[in-house]
Nanobody
Framework: VQLQASGGGLVQAGGSLGLSCVAS????????MGWYRQAPGNQRELVAG???????NYADSVKGRFTISRDNTKKSVFLQMNSLKPEDTAVYYCKAVIYGNVYWGQGTLVTVSS
């Protein structure tokens, strides 16, 4: 099983970016999926999560700005990030729980300039 994340980049404050993550391998479904981020010198933190039924949860710092969604048929999870702030700068990782095991993507860098 592999998770492949994409979509990071450089954006000005106030701009938008979208992240994607697709799970591949001999799997038929995924359970919880989510996005985490880690800024230099900080611990990895939850940004947003989504259950298999679509229930979502967000870090307070991103509520109202970020939207997580998933496509179960494509075993994918997405993160739409709007109104980005310099403090959103971090490496973003996708995470998936598949058959009780936790998998992480390779990380994609998001840099927000002021």
């Amino acid at each position: 099983v592999q998770l492949q994340a994409s979509g990071g980049g450089l954006v000005q404050a106030g701009g938008s970016l979208g992240l994607s993550c697709v799970a591949s391998g001999n799997i038929f479904s995924t359970n919880g999926m989510g996005w985490y981020r880690q800024a230099p010198g900080n611990q990895r933190e939850l940004v947003a999560g989504i259950g298999s039924g679509g229930v979502t949860n967000y870090a307070d710092s991103v509520k109202g700005r970020f939207t997580i969604s998933r496509d179960n048929t494509k075993k994918s999870v997405f993160l739409q990030m709007n109104s980005l702030k310099p403090e959103d700068t971090a490496v973003y990782y996708c995470k998936a729980v598949i058959y009780g095991n936790v998998y992480w993507g390779q990380g994609t860098l998001v840099t927000v300039s002021s």
